[in-house]
């Protein structure tokens, strides 16, 4: 799955043989592209090519520096690999880990910001760059070296064409799964746009996913500096400027940290066949096994061509395997290896403290003597403190929370919340983010599907190892542990491997609210015991087919699940490619701005009523401050916006707190904040008052008659319930 340490090409029997795999596989993922691309695209299909081509070259080119610059940075760590079979993937690791560290501190110092901001950007990306061409170059001197692909490797080529052509339609347009990516809309990307106005990475108060570390999040903000994204203006603007390049590198970005995730899987799992000496064949065996199931598992194509940060995580811990079964580390430097790949995976996402630390945690605990447990736990303390230390002292200067919003009984405010929170919003966010359920129901949820409730999408009933986005990675899971146990030499590092999959399971079930996206951390440990039993079975024709088999069903499921995607009512054919053309440009309007700015008002008229929301107000209100009220996604939306997620203070619910009842004073102070135009996502309050996350001093009832007596309705759309209305002026003749 990945380049071997240098070698001389001819040295190998079996080069032309290696050289026609990876030819092969080009040209699958290059067929499969162009196949893909085509699913409910109504483009001509070399208008299709030149868009993926573009896409490719420019969004991921960006993206592809900033990956090449990390495995430039982490040459500082290589002296400490000397002889490691796993050493090149020890370094892309541990280099992306720093790389993430450097964007996060560089925008949060405000080095990322201001007219210099984009030339420290590039210069990072550009030293890192200069390290990793110079390290090519040795190795080219050396003899060269020859990338390494097994059969099966080519199932994955076609799931990283799924991913790529996934990874070119506009965000906040695919997977059913996430509600259309909206957390990429919500936080993921729209923090980056709203730091790229700010010049800093900073808290903000009404986005309390901002006070998260957000390290992936801060590389997002580094490639739109980088790709000089413009400042607010009448136009879209940041990481939406133009065609959306910057929006795209970022999920080119998560998509490559997906690939990388795999060859770190895949080395992980080679690592643990030496370390039962099962031989070089088997271990190359168990790693493209693994690494295959990284790319072609639905949930991995879902997660991994989103602005997400999941995927991250799961690389981070993958590393953290090989290091475990390195056997050859000093304690010291092991503990401060182990402490980068993990601190970086918690400051990806905090919920890594359960999934990557406590399964590394219990594999020391058994791969090592007693002997040594004490440093290493000192140095992987000391290193992971400072990887988390800048995000500690930016919410503890914030919000006097270091890790707001979580442990507001350490760290209470004067009216007994945490931070600027209130207790009712602790509380509130605490509900959402647990599972009040009996163990039963709990035990439950991993099998079986939740009731269908209104408004949930058929994908959305399953919550835990049965959705359909895992397919057979948890029954393949159960018949690798049984598979190693025949097997002498496999049983105790097999053993382990279940040990830690189960105890990530169990995490999950009683500390989260047992949602399936959170099981992703599995991918990692689950895929290296795959790995692993393919590596185990004695009867070599047993293995590989197997092999095939679940990989191949893996890569259908994951096609079917892109092929269904924007289906209008369920069995009928998906249209996953139709903003592939337009991308960015159909979602904020752009591609027809001229043609609005250029009509009679007739035909203004009639544009307008075929438009977007998001086109709507950016054509008609560009100079507008536009107050989101249900929704919380201001990416695409041109003019000033007032927002704010489910947990933080609603704007109009403050009002009503202040005044009760009374909704001219309502408008009063929403004027007062600038807002002369709201958009009303109705649709989305019912929602939220269902789930019980809406903010209580927003009232539904409350909301519609405020809405019918103080604005004017100006567009609706109906089948979503979101509707646009204009705050009416005070009336002249009322009391001051």
């Not at 080119?252 to 031989?279: D, K, Y």
């Not at 290091?323 to 996402?349: D, N, Q, Y």
């Not at 909301?703 to 309705?713: F, I, K």
Request: proline content about 7%; glycine content about 12%.
């Amino acid at each position: 799955m990945s380049p071997t340490a240098p070698t001389t090409p001819s040295s190998h029997p079996n080069h032309r043989a290696r050289r026609l795999t990876l030819l092969a596989a080009a040209a699958v993922f290059a067929f499969a592209l162009g196949i893909f691309s085509q699913l409910g695209n109504a483009a001509p299909g070399l208008l299709t090519a030149a868009v993926l081509v573009e896409r490719l070259i420019f969004a991921g080119g960006a993206a592809g520096a900033y990956i090449l610059a990390a495995v430039g940075l982490g040459r500082v760590v290589r002296p400490w690999l000397a002889g490691m079979s796993g050493a090149l993937a020890l370094q892309s690791a541990t280099g992306l880990a720093l790389m993430l560290w450097t964007s996060h501190l560089l925008a949060w110092l405000g080095l990322l910001g201001g007219p210099s901001g984009p030339y420290v950007a590039l210069a990072v990306v550009l030293a890192g760059l200069g390290i990793a061409g110079h390290q090519f170059l040795g190795w080219m001197r050396a003899g060269g070296f020859e990338p390494r692909l097994a059969p099966l490797g080519i199932l994955g080529a076609a799931g990283v064409a799924v991913l790529a052509v996934a990874a070119c339609n506009p965000p906040g347009w695919l997977w059913d799964s996430e509600f259309g990516g909206y957390d990429a809309l919500s936080y993921h990307l729209a923090l980056p746009q709203e730091w790229l106005a700010d010049g800093r990475l900073a808290p903000l108060k009404h986005n309390v996913y901002s006070f998260l570390p957000s390290y992936v999040e801060a590389a997002f903000l580094h490639l739109g500096v980088m790709n000089f994204a413009p400042g607010p203006s009448d136009r879209a603007w940041g990481l939406v400027a133009g065609e959306g390049h910057a929006a795209f590198a970022c999920q080119f970005l998560n998509l490559l940290m997906t690939v990388m995730t795999a060859w770190w899987c895949g080395r992980a799992a080679a690592g643990a066949a030496e370390r039962c000496r099962l031989g070089a064949d088997a271990a190359a065996r168990a790693g493209v096994v693994a690494g295959t199931l990284i790319l072609v598992t639905p949930w991995a194509v879902v997660t991994g061509s989103l602005a997400y940060n999941d995927m991250g995580v799961v690389g981070m811990l993958a590393a953290a395997i090989i290091v475990v079964f390195e056997p050859s580390l000093a304690p010291w430097r092991r503990g401060v290896l182990l402490g980068v790949l993990v601190g970086a995976a918690c400051s990806i996402k905090p919920t890594a403290l359960l999934f990557a630390a406590c399964p590394v945690g219990l594999g020391l605990l058994l791969t090592l003597p007693r002997r040594e447990w004490a440093r290493v736990a000192a140095c992987g303390a000391l290193a992971g403190m400072v990887m988390v230390l800048p995000w500690l002292i930016r919410n503890w200067l914030a919000s006097g929370n270091p890790v707001f919003p979580f442990a507001a009984a350490l760290f209470p405010n004067d009216v007994g919340g945490t931070g600027h929170w209130t207790p009712e919003q602790v509380s509130r966010f605490g509900a959402a983010h647990r599972f009040e359920g009996s163990m039963s129901r709990r035990l439950s949820l991993a099998i079986l599907p939740d009731e269908l409730r209104e408004g949930v999408t058929e994908t959305s009933r399953w919550r835990g190892m049965s959705h359909p986005q895992w397919g057979l990675f948890f029954p393949m899971l159960a018949a690798a542990a049984l598979a190693c146990l025949p097997n002498a030499r496999t049983r105790r590092i097999a053993g382990l491997l279940a040990g830690m999959v189960v105890l990530q399971v169990g995490l999950w079930l009683f500390g989260t609210h047992v949602q399936s996206r959170f099981l992703l951390p599995v991918l990692a440990t689950g895929s290296v015991l795959g790995g692993l039993a393919a590596a185990s079975i004695r009867i070599r024709s047993v293995a590989p087919a197997l092999a095939w088999v679940v990989c191949l069903v893996q890569l259908a499921l994951a096609i079917d699940a892109f092929s269904g995607q924007r289906a209008r009512r369920p069995g009928q054919t998906g249209q996953p490619n139709a903003l592939l053309v337009g991308g960015v440009f159909a979602r904020t309007g752009e591609f027809r701005r001229e043609e609005f700015a250029a009509a009679n008002p007739r035909d203004r008229a009639a544009l307008l009523g075929e438009s977007s929301p998001e086109w709507y107000v950016n054509w008609a209100y560009p100079k507008s401050r536009v107050y989101l009220l249900g929704g919380a996604t201001p990416l695409y939306l041109t003019p000033r916006v007032l927002y704010n997620s489910t947990w933080d203070s609603w704007p109009l619910g403050e009002a009503a707190a202040a005044h009760p009842g009374d909704g001219a004073a309502w408008s009063a102070q929403l004027r007062a904040q600038g807002v002369d135009l709201v958009l009303i996502d109705l649709g989305e309050i019912k929602r939220l008052a269902r789930s019980g996350w809406i903010d209580p001093l927003v009232n539904l009832d409350e909301v519609t008659a405020w809405m019918g007596r103080h604005t004017t309705l100006i567009r609706e759309w109906r089948e979503p319930g979101i509707y646009l209305v204009s705050i009416k002026p005070p009336d002249p003749g009322a009391r001051p």
